[in-house]
């Protein structure tokens, strides 16, 4: 399949977890409280995107489909939007947009501020994810998009600070991103090039 065509694949397959948020939140499936598993569930597919976008890579050297490369700026997209629903979705159901509240949790709550600089991390990278951005940015491009790392890292901290359920999805999260790290280490330097 040419290049093009799996671009327009991966776009549908990150909005199918929405989709599915979407209809359990419609069909009053989110339990007890449904405003906190909203906020659960969107941080829980802003962190399998964001691994699902590391993992094209990998995935398209070990699987030899070369195609796949093009998911990790669908995915990371995704990411992305996902982590900003779930940031609109903890500042308007949680906290109604209060400023004392906000002021609190973003000065007094340090796995909020983890999970702020994860945020902040990922803008440069939509931003620039255009490929007239990649063109014009050159190596600068390739040195800047590395922030993935330290947001992920981020992410996965935030994760293991906000869980209520165990730490057994932690490690699946930790084990997946050590996974993702040794490959890196192992097949060089050119990881996040195209
Ligand atoms: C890259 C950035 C982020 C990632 C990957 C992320 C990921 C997650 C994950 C996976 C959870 C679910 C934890 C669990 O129950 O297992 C979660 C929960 C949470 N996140 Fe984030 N998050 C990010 C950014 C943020 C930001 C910017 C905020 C707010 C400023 C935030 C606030 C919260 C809160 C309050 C919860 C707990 C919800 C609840 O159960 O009450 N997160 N996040």
Same mark, same amino acid.
């Given at each position: 399949m040419k290049s093009k065509h799996w671009t327009w694949v991966g776009w549908p397959l990150g909005a199918l977890p929405l989709a599915w948020i979407t209809m359990q939140a419609a069909g009053g #499936? =989110? !339990?007890?409280d449904p405003a906190e598993t909203l906020v659960e569930l969107l941080g829980w597919w802003s962190l399998v995107m964001l691994l699902a976008c590391l993992t094209m890579r990998p995935a398209a050297q070990l699987l030899k489909?070369? !195609?796949?490369?093009? &998911?990790r700026r669908t995915f990371g997209l995704w990411a992305f939007g996902y982590v900003c629903m779930h940031f609109l979705a903890w500042a308007? =159901? =949680? =906290? !109604? &947009?209060d400023p004392s509240f906000l002021g609190e949790e973003l000065t007094k709550r340090p796995y909020i501020i983890i999970g702020m600089l994860a945020w902040l991390a990922l803008w440069p990278l939509a931003l620039t994810s255009t490929r007239q951005s990649r063109r014009r940015l050159g190596r600068k491009w390739v040195k800047l998009h590395r922030l993935i790392f330290p947001a992920v890292l981020l992410g996965v901290v935030h994760q293991s600070w906000v #869980?209520?359920? !165990?730490y057994g999805e932690t490690l699946i999260f930790v084990s997946v991103l050590l996974i993702l790290l040794l490959y890196r280490i192992l097949h060089g330097r050119n990881m996040i090039r195209k």
């Open positions: #499936q =989110l !339990g007890p489909v070369p !195609g796949l490369v093009i &998911w308007t =159901l =949680l =906290l !109604g &947009w #869980q209520k359920s !165990g």
